[in-house]
C-alpha cells in the first residue's frame, strides 16, 4: 500500500499525458460524518472524528462536454491538531472497485495525510468506469480524525496540493490532467465537556443528561404524613375540649383526659 502512494504522482502525470488539457475541474472536499454539512463541530478532549472525503467532477463550461469522469487522484488531508492522524479506514465501494491499477489510504505526516489516491487502469486497456463524480457528489472514502487534548479551535481541510485527472469524452483510454478545487473543511472546537446541540452547525458532543434529583424515601415520606396528621389530631382535640366546656364540663373532662393518649401515639409515630 506504502509502495503504491509513493508513485502516485509520477502515475498521474503519465496518464495525464495520454491526453489533451482540458477544462474540467475536481472539487475534494472533507465533511465530519455527523453533520455533512457543518461548518463547525464540537467535541471533547481526544474523541474521535469520523469524516468522509467527497469528490466532484464538472465542466468549467456548461456547453462544453470535456470529461468522462474521475480516472485519477492524489490528496492531502490537513489539520493543525499537533498530533498524528491515521490513514483512512477505507475507500466507499465504487473507489475500490474501479482504482484498482494504484490505491493508497494516505501516509500519516505530521498532523497530515498525504498522497490518499488511487487511478483506474487507463494505461494498460483494463477495466475502466465511466461518470466516476460527474455532475454529483461521490464518496471517495471515510476515516477517523484524532482530536488533540488541548482546548481550542483548530482547522481540517484538503491540501492545496492535491491532483486528479478525468478520463476524455472521446476515449475511456485516454485522461487528462484537471483543474482541482479544495471545499471549505470544517472547524473542530475541542471543549471541556460537549453538550447536546453543541458546535452552532453541528454539535458532535455527548449529549447532556439530566440532573436525576435523589428520591424521597417512601417510609420517609410516610412518617410524614402521620406526624403531619396526629399534630392535626391533636390540635383538634383541643379545641374539642374547648367547646365541650361551654356544653358538658363532664364532657370537657374526658376528652382532655385523652389527649395524654393521643399525645403517646404523636411521640411513638416520631
Given at each position: 500500500?506504502?509502495?503504491?502512494?509513493?508513485?502516485?504522482?509520477?502515475?498521474?502525470?503519465?496518464?495525464?499525458?495520454?491526453?489533451?488539457?482540458?477544462?474540467?475541474t475536481v472539487r475534494f472536499d472533507i465533511v465530519p460524518i455527523s453533520n455533512p454539512s457543518a461548518?463547525?463541530?464540537?467535541?471533547?478532549?481526544?474523541?474521535?472524528?469520523?469524516?468522509?472525503?467527497?469528490?466532484?467532477?464538472?465542466?468549467?463550461?456548461?456547453?462544453?462536454?470535456?470529461?468522462?469522469?474521475?480516472?485519477?487522484?492524489?490528496?492531502?488531508?490537513?489539520?493543525?491538531?499537533?498530533?498524528?492522524?491515521?490513514?483512512?479506514?477505507?475507500?466507499?465501494?465504487?473507489?475500490?472497485?474501479s482504482f484498482t491499477s494504484i490505491q493508497s489510504l494516505g501516509i500519516p505526516q505530521g498532523d497530515d495525510l498525504v498522497q490518499i489516491g488511487g487511478g483506474q487502469d487507463t494505461l494498460t486497456g483494463g477495466s475502466v468506469t465511466p461518470g466516476i463524480g460527474t455532475n454529483q457528489q461521490v464518496t471517495i472514502g471515510q476515516g477517523r480524525l484524532l482530536a488533540p487534548t488541548q482546548l481550542g479551535s483548530y482547522r481540517v481541510g484538503i491540501a492545496s496540493n492535491s491532483q486528479a485527472n478525468v478520463l476524455l469524452p472521446s476515449s475511456l483510454g485516454s485522461a487528462t490532467q484537471a483543474n482541482v478545487q479544495a471545499g471549505p473543511g470544517f472547524t473542530v472546537l475541542v471543549v471541556e465537556t460537549p453538550g447536546n446541540g453543541d458546535g452552532g452547525n453541528g454539535g458532535n458532543g455527548t449529549p447532556t443528561q439530566p440532573t436525576t434529583l435523589p428520591a424521597v424515601e417512601v417510609t420517609e415520606f410516610l412518617k410524614a404524613n402521620v406526624v403531619v396528621v396526629s399534630l392535626g389530631a391533636l390540635l383538634g382535640g383541643l379545641l374539642l375540649v374547648v367547646a365541650l366546656a361551654f356544653v358538658s364540663p363532664l364532657a370537657a373532662m374526658i376528652a382532655l383526659a385523652l389527649l395524654p393518649l393521643l399525645l403517646i401515639g404523636l411521640l411513638l409515630n416520631l
Open positions: 500500500m506504502l509502495g503504491n502512494a509513493r508513485i502516485l504522482a509520477v502515475s498521474g502525470l503519465i496518464a495525464a499525458t495520454a491526453g489533451v488539457a482540458g477544462a474540467a461548518t463547525q463541530i464540537t467535541v471533547g478532549r481526544a474523541a474521535e472524528i469520523p469524516y468522509q472525503i467527497l469528490v466532484e467532477v464538472f465542466s468549467d463550461d456548461p456547453g462544453q462536454v470535456d470529461n468522462n469522469g474521475l480516472s485519477f487522484f492524489s490528496i492531502g488531508v490537513t489539520t493543525d491538531f499537533g498530533i498524528q492522524q491515521p490513514p483512512l479506514d477505507s475507500f466507499s465501494p465504487v473507489i475500490a472497485q
